[in-house]
């Protein structure tokens, strides 16, 4: 992707587009911001830019890359010799692959203008690859730049983080998001709309979300809902049962989750504030406060999340469950 193809954060792209054009980019810049907003895509498009023989943008006043030609289709798919990834392989970035993209970045360019070097998950350098990659940063080759990507920037070494050129990534507009899924796919308008809202503002989320997966835990959240509406003991025992001893723990956490977003729909529309994000079931959602007035809502919610705090210590799960159902409403 070219930087005209790529969604969200349009102030971080001016700014790149700008440097690039005034000549006073960085060597050391650090992309900084949640999972799934497209910092590694920015960083792939910002290497084409800087090494495409035909860079020129759209309007003619900001640079952007061809996308087309041997050397942006080579760093499209990951093939460019100057233009180098590293990821964590296990839990950590090892200083041995840090010290070898050092090495590359002694050298000059093989066939490219600059060399870059994106580092994926930089937080997770331990602190020797860390200061290996300091004394690189500190003096930079003059035909090389490097791409340090965090969802944690607290965890990089405030050495690391004052050397660098640091662009802040914002979590997607849900607006934008759906724009990037109606131009990408042939979906529903309705399913492209939930999976925006469920994204969080997360282009990468909102690829990895599973609607028949979602929507069954959805399913389960409402039955509970409508059980623990009408009150009948048996059913919430066997509720209970399911919820606390059939899922195990990170299915129940997942469908924890589900009931906590339904339950907080279920209070929003009542109150016609704060963001709906099960639009798709609003009517069905509103039928509910007749059993889930917003004070009832409330105080389920306050229990649920007190029982999440305690979900780490070795609690009876089916025991709190069978407690927190068969309380009076
Ligand atoms: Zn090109």
């Known amino acids: ?8 954060n349009e102030r971080v792209r001016r700014a790149l587009q700008v440097a690039v054009r005034e000549g006073r980019l960085g060597h050391s810049l650090l992309f900084s911001g949640p999972e799934g907003v497209g910092k590694r895509q920015f960083a792939l498009a ?3 830019t800087i090494n495409c023989p035909n860079a020129s943008g759209e309007d003619r006043t900001l640079p952007d890359s061809c996308d087309r030609c041997p050397s942006c289709q080579k ?3 990951g ?12 839990a950590f970035l090892r200083i041995e692959q840090i010290r070898s993209l050092c090495e590359h970045a002694s050298r000059k360019p093989f066939e490219a203008r600059w060399r870059v070097f994106i580092i994926d998950e930089a937080e997770t350098m331990t602190e020797q ?11 930079p080759a003059a035909e090389s730049v490097f791409v340090l990507l965090t969802s944690q920037l607290a965890r990089l070494l405030p050495t690391i983080r ?10 997607l507009k849900t607006t934008e998001i759906e724009g990037f899924l109606r131009e990408r796919f042939v979906r529903p308008e309705e399913e492209i709309r939930l999976l925006a809202r469920l994204s969080g503002g997360r ?5 990895s979300i599973d609607l028949s997966v979602y929507r069954e835990m959805r399913r389960e959240a409402l039955e509970l809902l409508a059980v623990l509406g009408v ?14 001893r059939r899922l195990d723990r990170e299915a129940f956490e997942r469908r924890l989750e589900v009931l906590e977003q339904v339950l907080a729909d279920v209070l929003h529309l009542q109150l016609e504030a704060g963001d709906v994000v099960n639009t798709d079931i609003a009517a069905h959602l509103r039928s509910l406060a007749v059993w889930w007035p917003p004070s009832r809502v409330v105080h389920f919610m306050e229990k649920l999340a007190a029982l999440r705090r305690d979900l780490w210590r070795q609690l009876n799960r089916q025991l709190a469950l069978e407690a927190l159902f068969l309380a009076k409403a």
């Open 1 to 8: 992707m070219a930087f005209r193809d790529l969604v969200g």
């Open 203 to 207: 282009i990468g989320k909102a690829l």
């Open 79 to 90: 093939e460019h010799v100057d233009v180098l990834v590293v990821r964590p392989e296990t």
């Open 162 to 171: 004052s050397r660098c050129q640091i662009y802040h990534f914002a979590p």
């Open 129 to 139: 690859a860390a200061n290996a990659l300091l004394k690189t940063l500190e003096e």
């Open 231 to 244: 009150g009948d003991r048996v059913r919430l025992l066997r509720a209970a049962e399911y919820w606390g």
């Open 46 to 48: 910002l290497a084409k």
């Open 75 to 77: 760093i499209e798919r």
